[in-house]
Every structure is written in C-alpha cells, then in structure tokens.
C-alpha cells in the first residue's frame, strides 16, 4: 500500500458530505497576511470548543509552514487503517493531521506549488477517518493565494474566522481576505483582533505595542461580528513552545456563546 503522503493528489472536486465521517460543522481560520498568530488562535478556538464539551479536530492547511503539532505537542505519524489516514490524537482529545506528521523529519522543506499543497488539504478531508467531530477547524496559510482559495472552493466549510492585530496594514489585507472569501459564497463568522495588548505582570496596566486596538472599528468596517480581542500572553507563548498548550488556562476573550449561535451548532 502506498503511504498517505504518496497518494496526495492535485485535482479534485468540491467535496460535500464525507462518506466515513460525521462532522457537524467546519470552520476555517484565515488571514489577510502571516504574523497575526493565526494557529495561536486555531489552538485557542479548539481548547474552548474541547472544554465545552465539543469533539474536535484540526487540519493544519499551511502545508509548508505547519504550526499545529508543534504547539499541541504531537510527533507521532500518521498511520493509515482500511486504506483511510488516521488523525493524531492530542492528550486533550482534540484530532489532528498535518503535513508534518507525514513526514520523516519536522524540519524537512515541503517544495510545493501551490496546486500540489490545495490537492494535500483536500485528502486531509476526504481521506482521514475523522469519525464524529462537532467541529473540525481549518488552519488556512496567510494570505490570499491560490491554497486557501482552493481550500475555501473544495472542501464544504460552513463558516470563516478572520484574524487581524491592531495595525493599520493589517486591516489592509484583511479586507483582501474578506473579499476573497465573499466571493467563494461562505458566510464570515466574525474577526479576532490578536496581540491587542500585552499586560504588565507587576501592576497589570496594558500596554499597545503594536498601536491601540481597531477591533470595533475593523468589525464594523467589515460588517462582521467582533468575536475576540486577545492580548499577548507570555504564558501561552511559552506553552505553545513546549508544546503544552493543554496546559493554557489563561482568561481569554472568545465569545463563544456567540460563536455557537453564528455556527448554529452547540454542543
């Protein structure tokens, strides 16, 4: 049999329901632009979801830049049974597959054009035995180029979270992206601002670093609803290194109640 990585195809169709799977709802993480902490916040929306009682999966679409293992602390391969890629499992329960865990070393370049990356993320849909999922979050690559195109045109995600911080530059793409997605017909479930603020530990005053906070503002321009503005944390920035972002219990802005009611799917 030849191995998951070997059958990675580059055509394919919109792909509907998944014939082996019962997954409720997929939900796609995006960005204008690299930098705003995208997988940080793909984590976070999956700690929340796992600790509502939500079964939950992640593909990590940023084929030639994977985060997601690194953060959840998974190293296994991917192993194949019937014929279907079964996910990797983190101690939290959450499911997981990547292009990193196809390959014999972490740090091993993936040389990809764009088609062949688009192909990869769609066989992480309709050939992994996800099993029953209330959401399966998709942590597309930054920007507006052709993978995350063919992502949002393949596979059927119900919704879009999109990710900015609080520079003007960063609206800028954002709203490239918003465009991007309007025109592929899927509904934007509302904006994250990231790295809004940091706080001092000692006397707990917040800091802008990276200029004061547009999220309303930004929502508002959009026409999306505001669903998070989250400061840097060092703790989570720690954990993620070590791969124990399980272990992350800080307070963290997500209206999830909010989220549930957009995607209509509580769990």
């Not at 195109?149 to 919704?159: M, Q």
């Not at 060092?234 to 972002?245: A, C, F, I, N, P």
Request: hydrophobic fraction near 40%; charge should be negative.
């Amino acid at each position: 049999m030849s191995s998951p990585r070997d059958r990675i195809s580059e055509t394919g169709e919109k792909q509907s329901s998944h014939n082996d799977s019962n997954v409720k709802k997929v939900v796609a993480i995006m960005s204008g632009k690299g930098g705003v902490g995208k997988s940080s916040i793909t984590s976070l929306f999956a700690l929340k979801l796992s600790r509502h009682g939500c079964k939950v999966g992640i593909i990590d679409a940023d084929i030639t830049g994977p985060s997601i293992p690194k953060i959840f602390g998974v190293n296994k391969r991917i192993e194949t049974s019937g014929g279907k890629m079964l996910p990797a499992v983190t101690s939290g329960g959450v499911k997981i597959v990547s292009m990193n865990l196809l390959l014999e070393q972490e740090d091993d370049p993936i040389l990809w054009k764009g088609p062949k990356a688009g192909g990869a993320v769609k066989q992480f849909w309709k050939d992994v035995d996800w099993g029953e999922l209330d959401y399966l979050l998709i942590d597309l690559p930054p920007g507006t180029s052709d993978v995350p195109l063919s992502v949002l045109k393949s596979l059927p995600v119900d919704g879009i979270i999109v990710i900015t911080s609080p520079q003007d530059l960063a609206l800028m793409v954002v709203k490239k992206a918003v465009k991007m997605a309007s025109r592929s017909g899927i509904p934007i479930l509302g904006l994250v601002e990231n790295m809004s603020y940091i706080k001092c530990p000692h006397c707990q005053e917040e800091y802008d670093i990276f200029g004061p906070s547009h999220a309303k503002e930004s929502a508002a321009v959009i026409g999306v609803p505001l669903l998070g503005v989250v400061p840097i944390d060092t703790e989570l920035t720690r954990l993620s290194d070590q791969g124990k972002v399980e272990e992350y219990w800080g307070e963290v802005d997500l209206r999830m109640n909010l989220f549930f009611a957009l995607c209509d799917n509580s769990c």
